[in-house]
């Protein structure tokens, strides 16, 4: 399915042609409950949509909840609207995405279809996807994430997709840093996990390394000075890593992560960024010539040669953003391996060019938890 896209700086008017062609009278908002006013997406909606019927719905939490998703299939089924739009961080995205697609499948509760997404066979509302972060990527995915009791579930299909993605880099100027920082590391761990993944294609290798090249000089910039040029770079790479996984999907730092937010509250793109180098440095120890080679061109990015660079690289860049690449910083012990093992995302795990053992990520989260 194709998704069309706006993208640039002021793109949030181009809401008003969406809505014309679509002749929409009734708008549903999923909206983050700080974003929406720190971002300025909320004094412009009030100008444009002033003349429509317009229902408001943010009262979930991030890391969407089944208790909350119900509740927004319910408002949709209730408010009937002609279209959805998100806008916020990924778990709004997502949230959005959800509640879309779940209102409208009639055969099948929505815990059923959670749990097999092949049951999916109605395409939900238009909805839109407006990103205040540079980071999840969301709005150009077919896939949404939900976790239910502790545990992440991904739903994953091509209708889930939004219709329209609006990348306005103004609204990521004032994303809080720690936000920020986060979500930047997010972009980058699903640029390099889907440059690595199996299912990585040339399409999707095109959009990853165009995604890494437009990070890397503009990161810190970004989160420590609110560049605006860099944000913008920041905004563009986070919605082309967003559409490499969207072909690739992520590998093994996204897999073992989810437990990570779940359980001990990592910001997930922190947990992932935690996971990336030490994965990188586990896989490289059991490297094919295949991964060998696709780890060589990873590296030539980063402007480094061997693996124990690219390791000291990624972590002074984490450090750069404000981030501990020690997850024992978030009170995560070698006691709770267990706990994290056990928990680890199969699907995801996958995608994983290297076939990794149990003792390897017990050694990957090791790392990520003590450092080298």
């Known amino acids: ?9 002021g793109s ?7 809505i014309n062609e679509l002749d929409a009278r009734k708008i549903l908002l999923v909206i983050g409950k700080k974003s929406f006013t720190l971002s300025g997406a909320e004094s412009i909606l009030d100008i444009l949509l002033k003349n429509k019927d317009v229902v408001k719905f943010n009262d979930f939490e991030a890391n969407p909840k089944l208790e909350d998703v119900y509740s927004g299939i319910e408002l949709i089924r209730q408010e009937n609207p002609d279209l959805i739009v998100a806008i916020g961080g990924g778990s709004v995205i997502d949230m959005a995405k959800l509640i879309n697609i779940l209102a409208v499948q009639t055969n099948h509760t929505a815990l059923d279809i959670i749990n097999d997404c092949s ?16 980071g999840t990527g969301s709005q150009a995915t077919h896939f949404a ?3 239910i009791k502790k545990v992440k579930y991904s739903l994953s299909h091509v209708y889930i997709l939004p219709d329209y993605a609006i ?39 095109k959009y990853s390394s165009e995604a890494i090249k437009l990070i890397l000089p503009a990161i810190s910039l970004a989160i420590n000075n609110k560049n605006k040029n860099a944000i913008q770079s920041m905004s563009l790479a986070a919605h082309l890593a967003g559409k490499a996984i969207n072909i690739s999907k992520t590998t093994a730092p996204h897999a073992i992560s989810y437990t990570l937010t779940s ?3 990592v910001p997930h793109g922190h947990a992932v960024a935690a996971l990336l180098a030490p994965t990188a440095y586990i896989s490289s120890q059991k490297s094919n010539k295949e991964f060998k080679l696709i780890l ?13 660079d690219f390791y000291d690289i990624w972590n002074n860049l984490m450090h750069e953003c404000g981030l501990s690449p020690k997850l024992i910083n978030f009170g995560v012990s070698i006691q ?18 290297i076939t990794l053992e149990r003792e390897d990520l017990e050694d990957i989260v090791k790392l990520a938890i003590l450092g080298r």
């Open 336 to 353: 709770d391996l267990e706990l994290i093992i056990n928990n680890v995302n199969i699907e995801r795990m996958t995608g994983h060019t």
């Open 119 to 134: 049951l999916i066979n109605n395409k939900g509302r238009p909805l839109v996807a407006i990103p205040t972060t540079s």
């Open 263 to 265: 359980h001990f509250k």
């Open 296 to 308: 060589d061109q990873i590296f030539s990015f980063f402007g480094c040669e061997s693996i124990n």
């Open 167 to 205: 990348v306005d880099f103004s609204l990521s100027y004032h994303t809080p840093k720690e936000v920020a920082a986060s979500s930047a590391m997010d972009a980058l761990s699903q640029a390099v996990e889907s440059y690595w993944s199996k299912h990585a294609t040339y399409e999707s290798r």
């Open 145 to 147: 994430v939900i976790y």
């Open 12 to 18: 949030l008017k181009n809401i008003i042609d969406i």
């Open 1 to 9: 399915m194709l998704q069309n896209e706006f993208l640039g700086k």
